[in-house]
């Protein structure tokens, strides 16, 4: 990428790349998401062309959440949304926060690691669609941003989560001194200021201009009339703030849908008693200019976007931003799994949309409330609170639980007359105590607090009692998942080999990797069992499905193997032992295997498949490919089933590879290919540690992502000449 300042190091070259970037791609607005640390989530780093505030909502979005940027990193592709009549149909909850007109694209920043993802965004008005010059562009730049973050991390810079974005200028593309030398020609270099405020003064109506953070920036005399105030009363200020009748939610929307969209919007408000006037926003990539006018009629007619609609306020509402943070909250709130990933929820988006600088979420368990996650606490705050009794009347939680209603405090002085000791356990300021219940069965509750007093108006306090639900229903849901995971999680591990046993002649390694959705279990198994002291046999299987079923069913088909494998039975009979078990059984979940029985007497192994993938097959000399292996059918479906037995010669260095299909699946991708991609990386790994050679394999095959199965993988060497 040309045009990065030269000598710019770390931060600084991070943001002229990505500002540049920015730039060329003609984007409005530019965001770089960067993956944290436990790669669970991406966190807004740099923000160009919009406030911080505007972007709240998706400041950190979890990497399996359905949005472009995490889908963008998911599967290491650009995506592309050309309108928001798609953005609608392939991502809801990303159109309920962004309901503009726009075009979007995400693209991954990987390099020698994945790093994050850079969002670009588009007024509505450029083509629907990205030519491959654009797609070379972005990819391009993304592996320069890659480059850079790499050479930080390096030199001990790398970015952290759990701070503000940095915002960056815009940058117009016009020269600071531009627009001055056109005013020279007519005015004079003395007077283009003047002469430009003399124009502006000369049109009807008002004029005004506000940054992208919203603020006043520049009032004619005509606006300030229409508005009813002072220059002085409106310079730096937000116009919803300093004119209460502007506090409008559909007001900040339609300056939101001007940032965000950078197409021009009207609006109609009244200014009390009853004058209506009509606000025209022209956005740019540096701020919104305005038009005020006199709409000159007193009822006018119904509203078509981006015209607002003329009510009368009869209450203070919420701000824009606000509901559509909320929207993004309970939306996110509807797909946390386990009880950790609602905790981090509360604690990283609904803990800043209200201010507040601490957190503590407590559950019910056994007539008690035990603190299950805090932030902003000291741990001797935490041990004093945790475990109360639900009718302590220690803190509010007692009464909050009791009665079902929250329970604010906006200062010190108000906790301490109503419960004396707890204003002094924290060192906190102001409180909200919401009671979390669930068809009138207490769950928990969940405290936010603040480092300094804090008034709670009416529209925080309905907003956050309305959360409040639905954290409860979210938190129930958890724990009863949790519940189920542990139980499940613990027969699984108890199933599979705590280790491998060492046979003399085999070097072996193996690995189980769960998925990482739903419930991180599953049915997939190896095994390894001497066989007397000339002879060993080794088998994989992968039971269908992901849950404590295929856990158990896992359990009873590797003992089944194990009992025939004893008898020193053929490895068909191994399989048609197996397979009479399940036929009994009469499940309806069915089980691929391959069992493999090696004869180091007769340098022979006998191998055979209930449709199961086949093995790799590394010679000595280096040769990898895919075992041609005939297999039969699953186990569990036909009681008569027979297994073909193939042989094959058990030469010094042999190396076989069993692995399950999760370690080869990829959507989009022949399975077939998929197969000899794994011959491949075989062939290329070292075989000095098979361990190190396993985490190879995991690695290339992009198991250690996203996966929506689990994977198990088992390698054996023939080494003849080495002691067990």
């Known amino acids: 990428m040309t045009g990065v300042r030269d000598g710019a190091t770390g931060v600084d070259a991070l943001d002229a790349a990505f500002a540049e970037t920015v730039r060329r791609t003609g984007a409005s607005i530019g965001a770089l998401y960067l993956l944290a640390p436990n790669e669970r989530h991406l966190f807004l780093d740099v923000l160009c062309g919009a406030p911080a505030q505007v972007a709240a909502p998706w400041a950190r979005i ?22 928001h009549e798609e953005m609608a149909r392939s991502y809801p909850r990303t159109a309920a926060v962004l309901p503009y007109p726009l075009a979007m694209a995400a693209a991954p920043v990987t390099g020698v690691r994945r ?31 890659a480059r850079l973050l790499e050479e930080g991390a390096d030199g001990g810079g790398f970015p952290a989560p759990g701070r503000l974005p940095r915002v960056l200028a815009a940058q117009t593309g016009v020269g600071a001194a531009g627009p001055a030398r056109a005013a020279e020609t007519t005015a004079g270099a003395a007077g283009p200021a003047l002469a430009a405020a003399d124009f502006i003064e000369r049109l009807p109506g008002g004029s005004c201009a506000l940054d992208l953070e919203g603020r006043f920036t520049y009032l004619s005399s005509g606006a300030c009339e229409l508005l009813g105030r002072d220059p002085g009363q409106l310079l730096g200020t937000l116009p919803w703030q300093s004119l209460r009748w502007l506090d409008d939610p559909a007001v900040e929307d339609r300056y939101r849908a001007a940032v965000i969209s950078r197409e021009p919007v009207v609006f109609t408000a009244c200014r009390p008693p009853d004058s209506w006037l009509d606000f025209h926003l022209y956005p740019d990539a540096s701020g919104i200019s305005v038009r005020i006018v006199p709409s000159g009629a007193p009822y006018p007619p119904a509203p078509a976007f981006p015209r607002t609609a003329r009510t009368a306020r009869t209450a203070v509402p919420a701000r824009a931003g606000r509901l559509y943070q909320l929207t993004h909250l309970a939306a996110a709130l509807t797909e946390v799994v386990g009880v950790r990933d609602v905790i981090d929820l509360v604690a990283d988006q609904i803990m800043p949309a209200f201010d507040a600088q601490g957190l503590v979420l ?33 803190t509010p939680a007692g009464q909050v639980l009791d009665t079902g209603l929250p329970a604010f405090f906006s200062d010190p ?4 007359r109503a419960y004396p000791e707890a204003a002094d356990v924290s060192g906190k300021q102001a409180w909200a105590f919401l009671p979390l219940v669930v068809a009138g069965r207490p769950v928990g509750c969940c405290v936010l607090s603040y480092d300094r007093p804090h008034t709670f108006p009416a529209e925080d306090r309905a907003v956050l009692t309305s959360l409040a639900g639905l954290v409860a229903h979210a938190l129930d849901r958890a724990r009863l998942y949790d519940t189920k995971h542990e139980l499940a999680h613990a027969l699984q591990q108890a199933l599979l080999p705590r280790a491998l046993p060492a046979v003399r002649g085999l070097r072996v390694a193996a690995r189980y990797l769960p998925a990482t959705r739903g419930m991180d279990i599953g049915g997939d198994f190896y095994d390894l069992m001497p066989l007397g002291a000339t002879g060993a046999a080794a088998v994989i299987g992968d039971v269908q499905g992901h849950d404590v079923a295929a856990a158990a069913l896992m359990g009873q088909v590797r003992t089944a193997v194990r009992a025939h494998a004893a008898l020193s039975t053929t490895p068909d009979q191994v399989l048609r032992g197996a397979n009479r078990l399940l036929t009994d059984l009469g499940g309806d979940l069915f089980v691929s295997c391959l069992y493999a029985r090696l004869d180091f007497a007769a340098r022979r192994v006998a191998l055979a498949s209930a449709g199961h993938p086949p093995p790799v097959l590394r010679l000595p000399g280096g040769e990898t490919r895919p075992l041609d292996l005939p297999p039969g059918p699953l186990l569990g479906i ?29 959507p989009g991708v022949d399975l077939d290919d998929s197969i000899t991609d794994l011959a491949r990386h075989l062939a290329d790994a070292d075989d ?33 000449d080495e002691p067990a």
């Open 62 to 83: 979890p990497v399996n959440a359905p949005a472009p940027v995490a889908e963008a990193l998911r599967e290491e592709r650009i995506v592309w949304i050309g309108s």
């Open 115 to 145: 790093w994050g993802a850079l969002l670009l965004m588009w007024p509505a008005g450029r083509p629907p669609y990205m030519t491959q010059r654009e797609r070379g562009h972005i990819t391009a730049s993304c592996g320069r941003l």
């Open 362 to 394: 407590s559950m019910v368990d056994a007539g008690r409330l035990r603190i299950t996650g805090y932030r902003g606490y000291a741990p001797d705050a935490i041990e004093q609170l945790n475990g109360l009794a639900l009718d302590t009347r220690y």
């Open 413 to 416: 002085e108000e906790m301490r």
């Open 638 to 666: 036909d009681p008569d089933a027979r297994f073909p037995v193939t042989e094959i010669p058990l030469t010094p260095g042999l190396m076989l590879a069993f692995y399950t299909d999760g370690l080869i699946e990829t």
């Open 688 to 720: 000095g540690d098979l361990d190190t050679l396993i985490d190879t394999l995991v690695a290339q095959s992009g198991a250690r992502r996203q996966r929506t199965d689990d994977v198990a993988l088992l390698v054996l060497r023939h080494t003849p």
